[in-house]
């Protein structure tokens, strides 16, 4: 798994390398674009304008609502990926913050109307993941959503066609999420399917 240093040497080639694994629809980015686009419409279409964007990278999904007038908070361990994201976003308020250790202590006592979390969630464990989304939906104003895309499955028997067919491509070290497990500790989650190995995990508070 790469670390914050890791994550600065692959910052310059970080969008390219994900748009030609989409174009060729193969793990792990097919579906890119469109677990994006969904998670941007799921935003305009609720309610309130504050956004919490845990793991934004360059800022791809976020530059999006920061245009649309969003207030925006975002957390990355990437000193490099912030520069890059705030190059585009000079009035937010992004935070360098390895979120594998919870919510930084500047968004301490914060609620936010969402949180968005984009192809970061396969960086914690089976338990983890659990106890951050936990807190997310500790920090969510009334009618509030977390909203998570990722490399994610509905089933284990999907996840392990996938690793399958991926063959040497698949990354061990990544840990994908699955509805069908998730369920257990949230049986509300709703599940968005958009490609074989990509979807939308959606947590309400109302």
Known sequence: MLDSKGFDLWADDYDRTVDLSEEAEEYPFAGYRAVLGGIYSAVRQGEGKKVLDVGFGTGVLTKRLYDDGYEISGVDFSEKMIRTARAKMPDARLIKHDFSLGLPEELSGESFDFMICTYALHHLGKQEKIGFINELLGRLNRNGRVLI?????????????????AGDEWDGEEIYAVAEELRAAFPKLQFEKISFCAGIFTFENR
């Open 149 to 165: 895309g990722d490399i994610a499955f509905e089933t284990v028997d999907e996840l392990e066609d996938c690793r399958k067919k």
